[in-house]
């Protein structure tokens, strides 16, 4: 069935260092690729998308692109910030049930 | 634009008692509704979902159930708290159809004791 593995944390960056948050999926068909971030005691908020193959998304200096090859929707920023210390979750839009499919989310943490 | 809502926004139950947690949607018609439980230091887990009034699908047996009595309000209850049912509860609303984006609500945080 349909999954997304997502690389565990926590994460613990210095400001300004380059983010890489791994994630790879596993899906029948082309699904559609999210990255969500929650905020501590907060709701999630749509970080970014992808819809196909290739596609690259980009939010607040988040990118991530959608590798077919590797099944894979990483994400990336080039210099993070303080206030980027959040859980990160990459998610898969499953078929038939109109459901996203969650990974167990990544903890960032970026001391000044 | 849409806006989601969900209260209460904290919750101290003792086990045993009956839970209601309300969710409301506006400015959208007709989308589907999910409910979500993050327990501590983990991931989403997908609870009820339902795609139009009175249709709700389960995903996981528990001791909760969920109803959606009107289009845009949903509903999760239980009879008798567990230990086990402490976490953080978040609803969702989406379009479905082929984008499978969900937009979510600020959470409820609920703790039996």
């Known amino acids: 069935g349909d999954s997304v593995t997502q690389m565990e944390g926590p994460v613990t960056l210095s400001e300004e260092a380059f983010l890489t948050i791994n994630c790879t999926y596993t899906?029948?068909?082309?699904?559609?690729l999210f990255w969500y971030v929650q905020y501590p005691g907060e709701g999630l908020q749509l970080l970014l998308k992808a819809t196909k193959a290739d596609d690259k998304g980009s939010n607040k200096g988040f990118e991530a692109t959608y590798r077919k090859e590797t099944t894979s929707f990483h994400l990336e920023k080039g210099s993070v910030q303080v206030s980027d210390s959040a859980v990160y979750f990459c998610?898969?839009?499953?078929?038939?049930?109109?459901?996203?499919?969650f990974g167990t989310g990544t903890r960032l943490t970026v001391i000044p | 634009s849409q806006t989601i809502h969900q209260w209460p926004a904290t919750l101290v139950q003792p086990v045993g008692s009956p839970l209601s947690l309300e969710c409301t949607v506006e400015g959208t018609s007709n989308p589907n509704l999910y409910w979500y439980r993050q327990a501590a230091g983990r991931g989403l887990q997908l609870l009820f979902y339902?795609?139009?009034?009175?249709?709700i699908s389960s995903e996981v047996p528990q001791n909760l159930s969920a109803s959606r009595p009107q289009d845009r309000q949903f509903i999760l209850s239980s009879k008798k708290l567990l230990l086990s049912d402490s976490g953080f509860y978040l609803c969702a609303w989406g379009l479905g159809l082929a984008t499978y984006e969900q937009y979510f609500g600020p959470g409820t945080r609920l703790t039996v004791t």
């Open positions: 339902s795609v139009g009034i009175g249709q």
């Open positions: 998610a898969l839009g499953g078929t038939g049930a109109n459901n996203l499919f």
């Open positions: 899906a029948t068909g082309y699904p559609s």
